[in-house]
């Protein structure tokens, strides 16, 4: 019994302190200052453990066709070289502040040997390290020819990688996507609520069931499924809410929203969470 | 050595003396100030009631304001932009609330002919501070 209360005691004096350091504010979140070593160990093996353990049950295709490293090079210059470099090429100057600095994959691909573990990150992302997810951007063959590119990384030299793109066009980078799985079927509320955020929804409006969603420089979307109206002008149909969510300069002229190249299915599977708002 | 005990004395009687000055009967004025601000706001909770804006809207703090015609005027105070892009300004709202339509043709917003005084009331009361 005595054990007991000393174990409480400590585990009340614990939490008091923990809250304590929080609050202080002494922790510095900087990006010049890297974590201390033991904080940094700590996440660096959670971040490794839950890559390998969301990665398990992926099933890797076949990666070696030269014509799908080709495409895979082409998408990894336009959407992953600026912060990631390339053999030879140093990343953007925004890339070099970033903490952690993003990894050198020739490094990453030697040493993950489960090429799922490299899709499994380019298509989630990893919370608060600067690595976006891809999944709303890039399709499923996109996203494997990256990897089927980044496989070749440890042998390409800076010549050969410079020699490979001298004949490519030149790289634009847009937030429209550039070939999203378009044949499925829109509607599906689930993935709409993952997509408020990938659209990044949620940094202008609060949202009522999505966790962050508190911001208020454009309406609260509660009760949105209700609403009569959107943007004050369009009668609050299924229909007029995609094309709204597609196209919000051409709908409102002069709006704050802006335009942010959501597909149809996209549009749709939004429009198909926020109905549930009633 | 001998400079410190000075210096903490002044900051004390400093101290004394701003907390002297919180708690006294001499801050006329800006509790005037304070009672015409609450004043309007009360005025602008009224004007909303009346020119029922709740019909449409939904407020919190005024009774039966729930409508679901357009959107929730919830934490207004903290928002950015009003409609079509306009800067959340109190004139802003002013203007918003007395021409909808020449900040937004075709908003289904209607022109409630509401007067100088009471679109200022009705901003007051949507910016004040919770």
Known sequence: MRTLLILAALAVVAALSGAWFVYSGLYNLSATQQHTAPVYWLLNVAMRQAVKHHAQDIRVPPLLDPALIDSGRRLYRAHCAACHGAPGIAPDAFALGLMPVPANLALTAREWKNPAELFWVAKYGIKMSGMPAWEFRLAEVELWAVVAFVGTLPALSPLEYRVAIAGDDDVKTSIVPVTIDASAAGGDAVRGQVALQQYACVSCHVIPGVVGAASPVGPSLARIGSRKYLAGILPNTREAMVEWLRAPQRVAPGTAMPDLGVSVRDAQDIAAYLGTLR | ?130
Do not use: F
Request: hydrophobic letters at 45%; proline letters at 8%; one cysteine or more.
């Open chain 2, 1 to 130: 050595m001998t400079r410190a005990p000075a210096a903490w004395l002044q900051i004390a009687l400093l101290g004394g003396l701003v907390l002297a000055g919180c708690g006294g009967p001499a801050a006329g004025p800006t509790d005037a100030t304070a009672r015409a601000a609450r004043a309007e706001v009360q005025h602008g909770a009224l004007a909303l009631q009346r020119y029922g804006c709740g019909a449409c809207h939904r407020i919190p703090g005024i009774a039966g304001a729930d409508g679901v015609v357009g959107p929730p005027l919830v934490d207004m105070a903290r928002r950015v932009y009003i409609r079509r892009g306009l800067a959340n300004t109190p004139q802003n709202m002013v203007r918003w609330i007395r021409a909808p339509q020449a900040v937004a043709p075709l908003s289904a917003m209607p022109d409630m002919h509401v007067t100088p005084a009471d679109a200022q009331a009705m901003a007051a009361y949507l910016h004040r501070s919770e």
